[in-house]
């Protein structure tokens, strides 16, 4: 069974970048295919980025296409979401999470982290 566990997270201002990690433990990394997901305060948790496993394809959500970039270390079992140009909409805890069925919604994904809180002022 994986484990995963977030961290990267914290307070920029807007414009400003972060870069969130996802350490997977156990199971078999690589043939996973990966999500961030975030959920900001009172609302639903969302996609905002998917990242296949190889071939490599990524999935960006609207909202951060051109702004985020999400990438995977199968040697490491991290999973990374580099973000630049944050904006205080960014604000929210993000989570990962493993692919286990087709589609892009919440109950598409299990094995969540904990989450990272990212908090983005103005």
């Known amino acids: 069974q994986v484990q995963l566990v977030e961290s990267g997270g914290g307070l920029v201002q807007a414009g400003g970048s972060l870069r969130l990690s996802c350490a997977a433990s156990?199971?078999?990394?690589?043939?996973?295919?990966m999500g961030w997901f975030r959920q900001p305060p009172g609302k639903e948790r969302d996609l905002v980025a998917r990242i296949s496993a190889l071939p490599i394809t990524t999935y960006y959500a609207d909202s951060v296409k051109g702004r985020f970039t999400i990438s995977r270390d199968n040697a490491k079992k991290t999973l990374y979401l580099q973000m630049n140009g944050l904006k205080p909409e960014d604000t929210a805890v993000y989570y990962c999470?493993?692919?286990?069925?087709?589609?892009?919604?919440?109950?598409?994904?299990?094995?969540w982290g904990q989450g990272t809180q990212v908090t983005v002022s103005s």
């Open positions: 999470a493993v692919q286990r069925t087709n589609g892009y919604t919440q109950s598409n994904f299990g094995s």
């Open positions: 156990g199971g078999t990394f690589s043939s996973y295919s």
